[in-house]
């Protein structure tokens, strides 16, 4: 059983050809699971990288490995595996799709009034 944002085996078995690296020369790599187990943690539970707990290893390098995927594109791989695996298994019902503004907070001054205080506009 995974703990607490950790992966299932299932959903690391659906996604480790996207990850995992074949190195051949160098400093072995840390287990791309327990990364990405890290990473999961840190954006799961809003704490900084710098609080994540000791068992992920070095936060430095979860989150440099956390910037390579992101800008590999890895994550938007996952997602569009993930998206197409629910549908074939009919579990994403696209009739009920939406986006609420309600949940976006926005400042005075995007709807064009300036800061309290602040100068007025000449």
Do not use: H
Not at 37 to 54: Q, T
């Amino acid at each position: 059983m995974a703990k607490r944002y950790e992966l299932s085996d299932s959903s690391w078995e659906m996604i480790k050809d996207l990850i995992a690296q074949d190195q051949k020369t160098g400093r072995p790599r840390n287990d791309d699971r327990l990364m990405l187990s890290g990473i999961l943690w840190v954006l799961c539970s809003g704490a900084a990288w710098r609080d994540m707990p000791e068992r992920f290893g070095p936060w430095s390098t979860v989150y440099q490995r956390f910037r390579d995927w992101r800008n590999r594109g890895t994550f938007d791989q996952m997602l569009k595996r993930l998206r197409v695996r629910l549908n074939e298994q009919g579990l994403i019902d696209l009739d009920t799709w939406m986006i609420d503004s309600t949940a976006v907070r926005a400042t005075r001054a995007s709807s064009g009034a300036g800061k309290k205080g602040g100068l007025k506009n000449r």
